[in-house]
């Protein structure tokens, strides 16, 4: 059997475990008769069609290794949206020019719900045009919205630091806050499902623990009982710790976010919810308040990953790279649970047209019927993500042991690409 | 030689590792024949004040184990400033009261610049009233501003965080550059010293690595310099990170983060210098941008603490008590640096009056002549702050064992006071 290339794309915003699914597809096609050379396009899709291709063959076993370890995407990603093959029928022709100049044959395409709808599309073209070329979505997302896998790597890591972190502030604030501050904010990613902000809730074992508030994207914000809940928790614990979720809104769909405050100038003023919140508990209530924005933190926080999810991460790349080999296609591998205590968990292969442009939220039984707080069953659902610890090596000088492997670019074969 | 009870204050914001330093103070204090019990002070000065003292014999050994473990204040902490005994006689007189009806005969306080003031003043109090009355200063500050003393226990471990974490969002916000984020913005702590932000330096091995722009408090912030340096990144690099002290100020000495804006009903705007820094960048250049502010996460962020920062930490608490027992008054056991490469240290010992209310800002020689950086002197002076690691224990559920202790009260002799 001739071999074929592989071509491994990362998309959309990276993971601290990103590497890892890049780790087990690449180490996979290594011992795999059928895969030649895997190439990482180079910050993907953009990269696929500028024909900007690092040709993995010049990384090590030890280099390849690396990954397991090394937050960010180590090709680059990029947010690059493939429209339908008709609107955009140039880019879908480029991508066949690249895939017949390099004799791909096999299409990896690793991202969150746009991406896998990016690679359907691919998928579904490849198949029109009679292309022998396997086109693979790999899950991951910090956003854990994805619908069908049971989680979506990158979120146990995000939800085990966020966890962390709503623990140790909290305990700071609770030091604190006799003469001091009283209310800590910290605010989170996940702008359309609560699921970061719901893994706040794990620093916690019951609802009076810290967090004492959660703010979710799918439950309307109501100020007065925000307010109401604050001056509760200060009143009976001393001070209240809050985690907030960038996507809240009010009763009209209407981003918290988007407060509408300016500047001296008149600009729009930028600043996260964060800063509304804690707007709010000064200007209703007076308290003393302290605020963080986690941001990339959160999602690149690779020093703190879940070892469970770091597993997961390498396991997806490893059966991606195999279900292509296999000659399947329009397909994702995804994550099934099959025990909750001990959890234990298997790969199953899910139809990529399942996947697209499906979010999934919160469900209304993972939240606690004050709307504050999480349910036991949501627990159940998230503690298992967070299970096991996998810190990096570090080296002499206190620092983690990243790497940036080398980018170097494939000699190109054809003509300069706009996009 | 009767024994005497020993009290044990946490004071100002609390850190990582100030409970390795209560544990040093409480374990070597049940290894002393002169010292009867340990006393944790309830909120610091105050609950010394309110006579609200947690009798830490209450505590099995093990317990006050999970003390080097656990971060935030175990006994709580306070803002609150004793001025000079003439000004606050009330006071003083109430602390003589509280010291004779518990038996005090060693008065520990653990803070920073202000505390060492405090402690001080205390001394004075006691040595004029004939008090057999120990009063040891024991250091502590991330902001690593104390005089004296090589560093501040507390100050590596956020120190090694922010470097962390300064790594990883760079990766981060390096491979999402090509298609959309080109600027992180990371805000961190030290209003008047620069010390945090010079740590995330360590990110980087050279000026041209991440993060390639710190803005310090102690160089007058220079906006157009700033734009150009951040434009030649983006341009060289593809991305540009950014560490940011919340105390930079402009060249008139008024704070950027004080930037007078307004919301929507003219109000007075919060939002840290980081914010300012976005808007100005997004103004400006035009860059897509991320930005964090990690706040209370780097002073409590117990999971990634430096093992020389926790070691040195328990040894000032160690030898505090010791001194204290010694009879000795009025004096701070402080770090010294022996040897920088491999790093050496010991304690000694310094006179309160030396440490109270003085600054030890950045000095010139650690910061490049562009203002944006680190000299290798300085790199010298802060890589050693951060080696070694020391996680902590982890539960079986993927979060770290922290532990809160009972803060059950002794019972009250006195009458009540008002503070």
Redesign the interface.
């Known amino acids: 059997m001739p071999k074929k290339n592989a071509l491994y794309c ?1 998309s959309g ?2 993971t ?1 475990v990103i590497n890892a699914t890049a780790c087990g597809v690449i180490q996979t096609a290594r011992s795999l008769p059928e895969v030649g050379t895997v190439f990482g396009a180079k ?1 993907g899709i ?1 990269g696929a069609l500028r024909e900007e291709l690092i040709d993995t063959a010049q990384h090590s076993d030890e280099e390849i290794a690396t990954l397991m370890h ?4 180590a090709f ?5 949206k493939l429209k339908d093959p008709e609107a955009q029928k140039r880019e879908y022709d480029r991508l066949v020019d690249v895939f017949e100049a390099h004799n791909i044959g096999y299409f990896l395409y690793n991202g969150g719900g746009d991406s896998s709808d990016t690679a359907h599309k691919v998928s579904q073209m490849a198949h029109q045009r009679g292309l022998d070329v396997m086109c693979i979505g790999v899950p991951k997302t910090i956003d854990n919205d994805l619908p069908v896998t049971d989680t979506c790597p990158g979120f146990g890591t995000t939800a ?1 630091y966020i ?3 709503v ?14 501050t009283k209310v ?1 904010i ?1 605010e989170v990613m996940g702008r359309h499902a609560g699921w970061i902000a719901a893994a706040g809730g ?2 916690g074992k019951h609802h009076d623990e810290p967090p004492q508030i959660i703010l979710f994207p799918e439950v309307p914000f109501d100020q007065a009982a925000f307010l109401e809940r604050v001056k509760w928790s200060v009143d009976n614990h001393g001070y209240c710790s809050i985690v907030v979720s960038e996507g809240v809104q009010d009763k009209n769909g209407k981003f918290l976010a988007d ?6 100038f008149g ?1 729009a ?3 996260g919810v ?2 509304v919140i ?2 709010m508990v ?2 209703e209530l007076g308290f003393k308040y ?8 959160q ?6 990953a ?1 070892k ?1 999810d770091l597993e997961q991460a390498y396991a997806v790349g490893k059966r991606a790279m195999e279900l292509a080999a296999e000659g399947h296609n329009a397909v994702m591998p995804v994550i099934r649970r099959l025990t909750e205590d001990p959890y234990t968990w298997d790969i199953t292969t899910a139809e990529l047209k399942d996947l697209a442009n499906v979010e999934k939220k919160l469900p209304p039984e993972f939240i606690t019927e004050d709307g504050f707080g999480i349910t036991d069953a949501c627990r159940r659902y998230l ?1 298992p993500l ?4 996998a ?1 990096p090596p ?1 080296n ?5 042991h ?1 790497v ?1 492997l080398s980018q170097t670019l494939t000699p190109q074969k054809l003509p300069a690409f706009d996009i």
């Open positions: 990362q915003g990276v601290a910050n953009i090394t937050p960010g995407g680059g990603s990029c947010r690059f085990k966890a962390t972190s623990m140790e502030a909290s305990l700071d604030v609770e030091s604190m806050s006799e003469s001091s800590f910290l794990l620093a407060a509408g405050t300016t500047d001296a600009h003023q930028l600043g964060a800063t804690a707007q000064r200007d302290h605020y963080a924005i986690s941001d990339y933190l999602r690149s926080a690779r020093h703190l879940s469970t503690q967070i299970q096991g610890e810190f570090f002499a000088d206190g620092l983690p990243y940036r």
